[in-house]
């Protein structure tokens, strides 16, 4: 039994590559490093090839299908006492299932339609429409705010989103694959998988990385604080890797994203400052705690800062991660559903046997 099934491996993948001895990230071909100034809509058509033929004009039909979307949306108060990814996810499951391209844009499309809409809707606002002809990342900002964003906030978000949008065998994308492998649809896919994001170890992270900076407060409490934390058998939010034993490659990608929104007056120079020191002090302290497991900056540490910046209240972090992760989700999914077999390991019973019969 191989706990947390780690080095198990249980796919084969054309998708992307987690090279965690030499911290690279490899989309099918493409190295992160040269993703820098693509689009969302460019890297979802490397991740579509082959799995969803026909897709043409993907940054159109994305459009389109946030316009589609919208149309699923409802104005139930009992969604917006919900956390956003819960409410999310509820919406998300009234969008019919199925196989096709169609299936597939729709669900890339609804995290960022319903998300804006439901903070909206929560502060008591109208939601906005989508409009078809703008890009992905400036439609969802100008849905949250109603005005049009400014370039380098589009660019931050796009950077986020293809930064994010493909991992590997993850947690979330391992129970879409699951649940591909049994013949269910793409909507069952991508609810299974944003169940498996929203926990803290996975894509949960983030907001509670703020509210350690929160905490802390100034970088000189840094060091104590966090040392008080890890006396206290706390987690660090924001380091550590199943993967990665050196540091994740997106962390520093995010945190270039960060630096040049720092430039254009997004963020406030302290908080960053904060952030560094609190990095530095955790990167230390974690080396003494774990000489024998390297614990380093992971993606979630500047994607905490990145969308604050850009404006996401901290309990939508993960609708956001969930908007570009769903691309992942739904080539691994069809690539499952194409090439894999059902999903069915054995578990060891350690349990109570039965009484022989006298
Ligand atoms: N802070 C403090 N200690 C940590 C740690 C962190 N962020 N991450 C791992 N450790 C410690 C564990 O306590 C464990 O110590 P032990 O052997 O004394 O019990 C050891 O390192 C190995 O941890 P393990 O849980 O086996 O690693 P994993 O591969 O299962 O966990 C994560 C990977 C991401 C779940 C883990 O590093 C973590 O919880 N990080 C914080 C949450 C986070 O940032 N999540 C976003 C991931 S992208």
Known sequence: MVNGLEDVIAAETVLSDVDGANGRLVVRGVSLDDLGGSRYEDVLA???GGFFPGYGNLAASLGAARVEVFEYLTRDPALFRLPPIDAMRALVARLPDGDDLGTALRLLAAPAVFTPALLRFSSGKDPILPEASSDHASDILRMCSGKAPRSEQSA?????????ADHGLNASTFAARVVASTGAGLTSSALAALSALKGPLHGGAPG?????????????????WLTSA?????????FGHRIYRVRDPRADALKTAVRMLAQSGAIDPARLALA?????????LLKHKKPDRPLETNVEFYTALLLEALGFPRAAFTCVFAMGRMGGWMAHAREQALTGRLIRPKSVYVGPVPREAA
């Open 156 to 164: 931050a978000l796009d950077r986020y989103l293809v930064t994010v």
């Open 208 to 224: 509670p990385v703020l509210d350690m900076l929160d905490a802390i407060g100034q970088p000189e409490n840094a060091l104590g």
């Open 46 to 48: 490397l991740l579509f």
């Open 276 to 284: 560094e020191a609190v990095e530095a002090a955790a990167l230390d």
């Open 230 to 238: 890890l006396e206290r058998g706390e987690r660090l939010m924001g």
